[in-house]
T-cell receptor, first 117, second 114 residues
């Protein structure tokens, strides 16, 4: 158990709809990252928040948005869903947002499976 | 554009033998590399890393080798065990912008059979 909690674990929705994925980081972690893993693809970085503020953006579509709340949990909002948005969405958290990188400072949740039909 | 590439989607190895997973990268600015392991229904977990100032890092049965001139790294697992069966991702952090943004390869599914 990484300590990062993601809900829901599975979600099936129709094209054109909107969904919200939720992430609770490990206790004390200020940074939250969202990644998307499509079929046969590696994890693609979407966005990072640090202590409530957006820190970096990656390959995130305009139909997607995210935020981090004062209690540090984060939500990823996906709207006008298309079939190609079907993917596994991972949230990760870490204590820091800068400084020396170490592989064991970032922890991933189990992911939220989104299926768009 | 895939800056980190794993060209073998799968690898099958007999228990006790060596598993070698390969990874190539294109961005010469990468100076730190990681391997993650992922079991079904779980998130990726950190396995081992290597800094570009080294060419080898060892942790128990796992060794990562880095060849900077070839922009290539490999993960060796010796001896392989059935519990090692998982998807292995190679990754590199984007040190130029934000800590934690990782570029991942597509992963290699390792199957270790008895």
């Amino acid at each position: 158990d990484s300590g990062v909690t993601q809900t829901p674990k599975h979600l099936i929705t129709a094209t054109g709809q909107r969904v919200t994925l939720r992430c609770s980081p490990r206790s004390g972690d200020l940074s939250v990252y969202w990644y998307q893993q499509s079929l046969d693809q590696g994890l693609q970085f979407l966005i990072q928040y640090y202590n409530g503020e957006e820190r970096a953006k990656g390959n995130i579509l305009e139909r997607f948005s995210a935020q981090q709340f004062p209690d540090l949990h984060s939500e990823l909002n996906l709207s006008s869903l298309e079939l190609g948005d079907s993917a596994l969405y991972f949230c990760a958290s870490s204590v820091v947002s800068g400084g020396t990188f170490s592989g064991n400072t970032i922890y991933f949740g189990e992911g939220s499976w989104l299926t768009v039909v | 554009d895939q800056q980190v590439k794993q060209n073998s989607p799968s690898l099958s190895v007999q228990e006790g033998r060596i598993s070698i997973l390969n990874c190539d990268y294109t961005n010469s600015m990468f100076d730190y590399f990681l391997w993650y392991k992922k079991y079904p229904a779980e998130g990726p977990t950190f396995l081992i890393s290597i800094s570009s100032i080294k060419d080898k890092n060892e942790d128990g049965r796992f060794t990562v080798f880095l060849n900077k001139s070839a922009k290539h790294l490999s993960l060796h697992i010796v001896p392989s065990q059935p519990g090692d069966s998982a998807v292995y991702f190679c990754a590199a952090p984007d040190r130029g912008s934000t800590l934690g943004r990782l570029y991942f390869g597509r992963g290699t599914q390792l199957t270790v059979w008895p």
